[in-house]
């Protein structure tokens, strides 16, 4: 069987308490054995971190998402820099600008994602990228800093052909998640989905959120999980019209070199 790394699940939010080794042995069983859990806030990538530490198989990233950069202050960056020297915390972030809720001003968020690209190239460690109806600034200060990051990855990226192209430009990799399986907002999507470079393709669930639209039978708790990165795979194969097979060990190679895990780990 294909093993397949799901590089963004938020598996230590607090809906996967209560049976939170099953949803990793569910993952296991349908090829998933491993996963990187996304951090969020310094709290929450403490806690990411400290789930990585716990079990094979998992990693942490270590970051501010542009929801919370209004909580970034004079120790945030050293905490997460803390974080960064554990050994299975593999990147920074996830951060970068989301403008399209604004939960934090956006000049906050600029500082906190500038602070974390200069914490990435400091520490030598890529970064997890979130952009939402922020591509233009987001690209500029992803530029600005690019000559000094080892690598990063545009996570759950819905984008089309043209944001795609400006996201390679940038030599970034460009991670797929159930997005992919919406017929009607993930039309874009969808469009630049065959034309993301074998090599530079990742995939991921974004789990509890991004529950895959067409996935049948549904959960009723309607929480997404790792496991189902199987579908994700399926449908990316299919719009690519590739055996979904050669996307996943391709993904899975991709993974494996972004965040410089040890290969077939
Ligand atoms: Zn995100």
Redesign the pocket.
């Known amino acids: 069987m294909i093993r397949l790394i799901d590089i963004?699940v938020n598996l230590a939010h607090d809906s996967f308490d209560a049976d939170r080794d099953e949803v990793i042995e569910r993952a296991a069983s349908a090829g998933v054995t491993r996963m990187i859990v996304?951090g969020?806030t310094v709290t929450a990538s403490a806690r990411a971190a400290e789930l990585a530490a716990s079990r094979p198989g998992l990693y942490a990233t270590a970051g501010i998402?542009p929801h919370h950069a209004i909580e970034l202050d004079a120790h945030s960056i050293d905490a997460l820099r803390a974080l960064a020297a554990q050994a299975r915390v593999v990147a920074i972030g996830?951060c970068?600008l989301?403008f399209f809720r604004n939960y934090s001003p956006p000049d906050a968020q600029e500082r906190a994602f500038t602070a974390q690209l200069e914490l990435a190239a400091d520490v030598g460690l890529p970064v997890?990228?979130?952009?939402?109806d922020a591509h233009e600034r987001f690209t500029e200060i992803v530029a600005a800093h690019r000559e000094r990051l080892s690598g990063g990855v545009a996570?759950?990226f819905t984008g089309g052909p043209a944001e795609l192209e400006a996201y390679l430009e940038l030599d970034l990799y460009i991670g797929v998640t159930g997005w992919a399986c919406d017929e009607r907002r993930g039309a874009e999507l969808r469009a630049a989905i065959p034309l993301i470079p074998l090599d530079r393709l990742l995939l991921e669930t974004?789990a509890p959120?991004l529950l895959p639209r067409d996935l049948e039978p549904k959960p009723r708790s309607r929480r997404n999980e790792p496991a189902f990165l199987a579908h994700v795979l399926m449908r990316v194969g299919e719009a690519r019209g590739r055996d979904p097979d050669e996307v996943a060990r391709a993904a899975t190679a991709n993974a494996e070199k972004l965040i410089r895990l040890p290969v077939g780990d």
């Open positions: 963004g996304t969020t998402h996830e970068g989301d997890f990228l979130h952009q939402r996570h759950c974004d959120y």
